[in-house]
């Protein structure tokens, strides 16, 4: 099995910056993509930002050119880094992977329990 530990959330204010990381741990041949998604309270959950399958980032309108998403790839660890954080950042982030267990095998979804990030001044 694969487990996804998200750490780094908390509380800042707005425009204040936080930096998240999900280490990915267990029985992994290889990661295809990881990324994070965000849920905040009576929403649905959506795409922050994301490796892609073949390397390229993806990110949400509402992030761009605020948030980064970075990788290390021998620690099996992604980081978001999140600047001028503003009210509307406030929700749940979530970490999540597509992993490959064995070679040849397709890839499994897994999703980590999220870190809560609140901006609040």
């Known amino acids: 099995q694969v487990q996804l530990v998200e750490s780094g959330g908390g509380l800042v204010q707005p425009g204040g910056s936080l930096r998240l990381s999900c280490a990915a741990s267990?029985?992994?041949?290889?990661?295809?993509?990881m990324g994070w998604y965000r849920q905040a309270p009576g929403k649905q959950r959506e795409l922050v930002a994301t490796?892609?399958?073949?390397?390229?980032?993806n990110y949400a309108d509402s992030v761009k050119g605020r948030f980064t998403i970075s990788r290390d790839n021998t620690k099996n660890t992604v980081y978001l880094q999140m600047n001028s954080l503003k009210p509307e950042d406030t929700a749940v982030y979530i970490c999540d992977a597509y992993v490959s267990l064995k070679f040849g095998l397709s890839p499994t979804h897994y999703w980590g329990q999220g870190t809560q990030v609140t901006v609040s001044s």
């Open positions: 267990g029985s992994i041949f290889s990661i295809n993509a």
């Open positions: 490796f892609t399958r073949g390397g390229r980032t």
